[in-house]
């Protein structure tokens, strides 16, 4: 049975002392949680999440990282310095990269394998716009992206990463699919991924919900059949928000 991945993704918010203060807050409340729970946070709180989590069932990500391993990139993060200080996770391919940052799939492609490189987990990020699911084209355009993401891994690191369906209309909108389309989203992925890698991979691979979650939906989302958690962006903000969706089945 595939477990439960629960991640928050702070996006370009809270200062260090701030992250610190919400790590105390937050970890006695998730500290019983069934599910595996994940801070994606911005470079300047990475090290100081990283003090603070020590000995919790917390794990932290970084929310990007670049393909190469150093170089002439001003502004930018190797997954080699990340590892060297203790991250497990990274996001890539996240809508809003894509669409303020001009990243491509063949971007995130590269990404995905560095981040495997430098023994990192991807979360990796998919969906559609409001134009393409309106015009009946969502569900070619997540297993375009899916499958173009995914090229040339192996079926172990396949298994190891973690695909994150979020509708891009959904992000921030309060918009939320219902759980039956999220569901039925899901399973058309899961299908795609057993196309390419196999159904032994699909059966294995986590894919979580993103856009809009919160703790009002985050039960009926997370009980379907083939939702493994979920990618939750403002409603991580707020420990006693996100370990209500950590916590949705107690």
């Excluded at 470079?43 to 069932?57: H, I, K």
């Excluded at 590892?83 to 491509?104: A, D, L, P």
Aim: proline content about 2%; overall charge negative.
């Amino acid at each position: 049975m595939r477990r439960k991945v629960i991640a928050g993704n702070w996006k370009m918010n809270m200062l260090p002392n701030e992250a610190i203060e919400y790590i105390e807050a937050f970890t006695p409340l998730v500290k019983d949680s069934k599910a595996e729970v994940i801070l994606c946070v911005p470079y300047t709180d990475l090290f100081y999440c990283l003090m603070n989590v020590q000995g919790t069932n917390i794990k932290i990500g970084a929310q990007n990282m670049h393909f190469e391993e150093k170089g002439a990139y001003t502004g930018e993060v190797s997954g080699q310095m990340l590892k060297s200080i203790g991250v497990e996770y990274v996001i890539i391919g996240h809508s809003e990269r894509r669409q303020y940052f001009n990243e491509t799939d063949e971007s995130v492609n590269k990404k995905i394998k560095a981040a495997f490189a430098n023994e990192l987990k991807p979360i990796v990020c998919v969906g559609e716009k409001l134009e393409e699911r309106e015009a009946g084209k969502a569900e070619s355009v997540v297993t375009t992206q899916v499958k173009l993401d995914l090229e040339g891994l192996t079926k172990d690191q396949v298994k190891s990463t973690i695909i994150a369906y979020e509708p891009i209309w959904a992000i921030g909108t309060g918009k939320t699919a219902t759980s039956e389309d999220a569901n039925n989203m899901i399973k058309t992925i899961r299908k795609q991924v057993a196309e390419l890698f196999g159904s032994d991979v699909a059966e294995e691979v986590i894919i979580q919900y993103g856009g809009s979650v919160k703790s009002s939906n985050a039960k009926e989302l997370f009980t379907t059949s083939d939702i493994d958690g979920g990618l939750v962006g403002g409603a991580s903000l707020k420990p006693d928000e996100f370990s209500k969706i950590v916590n949705y089945n107690d």
